[in-house]
Structures are given as structure tokens and as C-alpha cells.
């Protein structure tokens, strides 16, 4: 077993003999994955692209355009396969690369994953994964810190606001000590934290919040409201021309009520139903391993290859009713 610091070295030396450098975001992107992205790319400069996994280059949240880069990221359909190092960030498992991303991170002569998904079984040729950490960021935070540069004030902008959305505002347990001391040295680096988090929380749109309640008031419940769900059809999505971003944090929401053990969200797409778990005590990762899928703990997803949703509901409440 290679060790982080040998790992900290390759890497670090890696991204200085590459030429060309192609780092990946996970499909749906979320503020962890592009936050990470933005940051490294702050930090490696100019031969170093981001490709963001979304078919219309407008279709990441736009929440997140305040992110230094990310508005010049590639997508599918101007991304080139002519990169000889390509890192993924917080990308849980290759299924989570899609299309020509995948083939272009197969291609490429060296590969790098930097995640915290304590799934990720690692499908790079160097594998820099900390399940244990709150956030891709905070692992990136960990190879800078390595290299004893200074943090930038681009590059601190991208890591605090992996961790602020990955740890939840940081009330998550994946928040430790060592994750207030980072955001507190980022917060040194010429940064408006409470701009962040406004960018981040305030500044939805309607249509979100009109999609998100009329979600929670059709929550259901099971097992004497242990379980909580809520089925999101491709009716209710046109209804609400809701995009992948409105369903963020939507399961949160159900797993805050009392009692509640656990809670899903179901959502119709075209590859099958896919699924979000939150829970409070139990391991969701228990589940999704049923189904292919991974995360952490209390927030684990995948996607059930089936087309009925009620069908996939079931399966579901069936392994949870083993853990509870
Ligand atoms: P989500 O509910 O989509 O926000 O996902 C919750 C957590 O589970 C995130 O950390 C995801 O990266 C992870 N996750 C979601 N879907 C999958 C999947 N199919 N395979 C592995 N990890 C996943
Ligand atoms: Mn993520
Ligand atoms: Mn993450």
C-alpha cells in the first residue's frame, strides 16, 4: 500500500510534468464537486480544464456560476480527448463518468481520483481518497497543504464552498475540529464567507421553492413514521420544469422531522429511478450497496434500473425494514 505522502508527492509532481490536464466533476454536480474543480484549477492554471458532466453547458446549478471557471468548463460537446493526466474530483465511482468523459479519463496516460467517498473503491492510477474527511475540498486542502503554497484567494473560494455545502453548513457529523480549523484558514484568505453562503442558500428559484413544498406536502410515511418518502414523477417535473438541481436537499428536509429514521427521495429518469437517502442513525450505504450505488453514511444515493417507481419504493422500504 502506497501511503498518502508518497501519493501527496506523485500527484504534486504529476501536475507539474503534465501538459495537458482534464479534471472531472461527478454527473449532478453539487457545490463539493465543482468547488473542488474550481479551486484545482485555480492552482494549476492555464493547461488544466474543467469538464463539468451536463449535457447543455447551462444545465450545472446556477447557484454555483459565482465559482471562479466554472463558467468556462467544458462540456460533452466542445470537451477533446487530448489530455495526458485527468483527475476526478469527489466522483464516488467510474459509473459516475458518463459518455466521453469516461473514455477520456481511460485514455489519458495517468489518472488521479480525489474523493472522500468512503465507497469509492478507487478506479485511478493513484488514489487519493479519505473517508473520512467532509468534503472532496477538504481532501484537495490536504495535497495544498503538502506543497506549503500559499492558498489563493480563487483557490480558497472553491474549497470553502465544498465544504460549506458537503458538511451541510457545517452541522453534518462529517464536520471534526480539523474541518472548523480549514474553514477558519480560508477564511483568512480575503474571502466573504457570508457572500458564499448567500450565493449557496439565497438565491433559488421560485420555481425550486414552489417544487421543493409541493414535494414535502406529499411526503408519505411508513413504519410509524421511521420512513419517509417522496416520489418524484416526470409529470412533476415538467409541471415545475424543475432541473436535477431542484431536488437538492429535499430529502434533508424529511429526515429533520422527529421520529424519522430515514428518508428517501425517488426520482423518474430515463436510465431508471434514482434515489437519495438521508438517514440519522443508521448506515444508508447498507442499502445502496444492493443496488449499486454508494455515498456515506447518512447520505448515500443510487439508481434503481427499474421503470416503476412504486416498484423501486418497495424494494427500498424492504432493506430499510432490515436495519430498523
Ligand atoms: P445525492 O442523494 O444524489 O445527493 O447523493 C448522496 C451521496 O451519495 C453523495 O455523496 C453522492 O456522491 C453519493 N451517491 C449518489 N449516487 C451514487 C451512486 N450511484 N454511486 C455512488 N455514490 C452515489
Ligand atoms: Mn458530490
Ligand atoms: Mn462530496
Known sequence: MISYMQMEKEILNLIKTSLRILIITHVNPDGDTLGTASALKSYIGEKADILIQVNDKSLYPKMYEFLPHINSALNFSNVKNEYDLAIAVDVASIDRMIGNARKIFENAKNTIVIDHHKTNKGYGKINYIKGSLSSASEVLYDLFYQEKKEITEEMAKGLYCGILTDTGCFKYENTTPKTFKI??????????????????????????????????????????????????????????????????????????????EIAFVLKETDLGIKVSIRSKNLDATKITDKFNGGGHRRAAGCTIKLKNINEALEKLIKQAETLL
Open 183 to 260: 474553514a477558519s484558514e480560508l477564511a483568512n484568505c480575503n474571502i466573504n464567507t457570508s457572500e458564499i453562503a448567500d450565493f449557496c442558500y439565497s438565491n433559488k428559484p421560485k420555481n425550486l421553492i414552489l417544487f421543493q413544498n409541493y414535494l414535502v406536502s406529499n411526503a408519505k410515511f411508513r413504519l410509524n413514521d421511521k420512513i419517509a418518502y417522496t416520489l418524484i414523477t416526470k409529470e412533476i417535473i415538467s409541471k415545475f420544469q424543475a432541473t436535477d438541481e431542484f431536488t437538492e436537499g429535499i430529502c434533508e428536509t424529511l429526515r429533520s422531522i422527529a421520529g424519522v
